[in-house]
DNA sequence: GGATATAGTTAAGCACGCTTAACTAAAAAG
DNA sequence: CTTTTTAGTTAAGCGTGCTTAACTATATCC
């Protein structure tokens, strides 16, 4: 396991051509929604020249739409396409498989445990994630 | 979050001027102790080319430590220096750091369940390790 | 001993992600 | 209206990781 997700993250990658910064895009744009080049490369902390190349490959692969924004003609919108959110979706899936394989492994009392330390954790997280996210511009 | 690991993971790899799959091998040899530079190719799913090459890399960065087999003069016993673990060590309180950080947010009772929904994790994954580990020659 | 298999290295070549620098086009400021 | 700022693109160039192919050196098989 500890074995398990970079070479299952190899496994994927090698499935779908994505690499990770590739990927990681894609799934910012499915959490955040509609945003810019700049979003993108300020999120993952490179330029928007390299934001622009990436997202370029994501378009050309029909993963990502690239339009004008009608209110600033200068920003690109970018959006999912239908693929895309099937992809992510089925990346989701392969996570929970990964989860059944291991719930296989345990007691119902550990797998009772285990559902609710999901659970907690998911709350958790979701609080973090909204502490930090509402960068409006 | 969903944002946090791949960009602090880019955080560390900036400091570190380690890449992902040099920090990989690492890892391995931290867990698997001693090994040779098949058994990195087989692991990682590369070619032994490959391995060679970026065991190479670690150990011009005084990483990793490259010496013969007494028992068999083809392989190379690949041994951490002091320096990679310290660095391995650092890189763990770095996630202890972010549990730290995520365990501020929670009430004593989310802490609680929290805390034993690791131990579980723990267990249990420990023991998966376990069942794909021995694969010895 | 000689043939064959195994462990590892090296070099050429490709794709990728990224940066800097030069550029276009639109918006905002004066 | 002109200047400056902002959003995005493009191209050159670098460092990586990876593969294939050719090679060396040791071990194993008959």
Chains 1, 2 share one sequence.
């Not at 490959?57 to 004008?68: D, F, N, P, S, V």
């Not at 239908?82 to 345990?106: F, H, P, Q």
């Amino acid at each position: 396991m500890s074995r398990s997700w970079w070479s299952g993250w190899r496994h994927f990658t090698r499935n779908t051509g994505l690499s990770m910064p590739q990927f990681s895009i894609l799934m910012q744009v499915y959490y955040r929604g509609q945003c810019g080049i700049s979003d993108i490369g300020e999120y993952s902390q490179i330029t928007n020249a390299a934001a622009s190349q990436l997202v370029d490959k994501l378009t050309q692969g029909g993963l990502l739409e690239r339009t004008e924004d009608p209110n600033d003609r200068r920003v690109k919108q970018l959006t999912l396409t239908k693929k895309a959110r099937a992809l992510i979706d089925t990346g989701m899936n392969e996570r929970y498989r990964w989860v059944d394989e291991l719930s296989t492994r345990l007691n119902a009392d550990q797998r009772r445990k285990f559902g609710e330390a999901l659970t907690t954790m998911n709350e958790v997280i979701r609080d973090m994630d909204l502490d930090s996210a509402p960068k409006k511009r």
